[in-house]
């Protein structure tokens, strides 16, 4: 296998360029056929997912629109019913009920809101692991006739060691006790 950015050789367990750091699992993967299934997994479930909040929306929205209505239908009776008993009290109930329609508003907010979210398409057109293999044609990359040693791309990082200087004369008993 050879990097597609560089075309420098490398082995199928190589996870990166030595020479470039390109990805190359994601290479490893197409030429094995293992990335078509990830992709059509993937692109499956991101249709589910726009499909579920599409309807998540418009139910929360329908539930929201109701509510508001029961609210605002609940502050108008209340109050109607405390206006005889102390009129200025059922009517500042009654004027909750203004709490209500706002609750319908968003609701319907929300329910316009869910038709104008991007719509799943109904058939996916599915990649298989077979329509890559037969639709890439192989690409032969000449080598050089004596390969270059090629640097690593973590080679200035890596400092070698001195060796220890070995001492020219021995020491005396004397001094080694002091």
């Known amino acids: ?17 030595r ?5 190359l699992q ?12 990830s992709i059509s997994s993937d692109l499956v479930r991101l249709v589910q ?3 579920s909040r599409r309807r998540k929306i418009r139910r929360w929205g329908f539930i929201v629109f109701w509510g508001g209505t029961l609210v605002a239908a ?12 102390s009129p200025p009290v059922g009517d500042a109930i009654a004027s909750l009920s203004g709490l209500g329609g ?12 869910s038709a104008f979210l991007p719509k799943a398409p109904d058939s996916l057109p599915l990649p298989h692991s077979s329509a890559l293999s037969s639709s890439v044609s ?16 973590t080679e200035h990082t890596t400092m070698k060691l ?5 001492e020219t004369a021995p020491r005396s008993p004397e001094a080694t006790e002091r």
Not at 19 to 23: F, K
Not at 162 to 166: A, G, V, Y
């Open 26 to 37: 994601i290479i490893s993967q197409a030429l094995s056929g293992q990335l078509a299934a």
């Open 102 to 113: 706002i609750i319908v508003l968003i609701g319907l907010g929300m329910m316009i809101y």
């Open 162 to 166: 001195e060796s220890p200087q070995p």
């Open 74 to 85: 609940f502050f108008g009776v209340v109050g109607g019913a405390v206006e005889s008993i």
């Open 49 to 51: 997912d726009m499909r």
């Open 138 to 153: 192989p690409i032969s990359i000449s080598t050089p006739s004596s390969p270059e040693s090629v640097p690593s791309v």
């Open 1 to 17: 296998m050879y990097c597609p950015t560089c075309g420098t050789a490398a082995s199928a367990e190589q996870r990166f360029c």
């Open 19 to 23: 020479a470039c750091g390109t990805n």
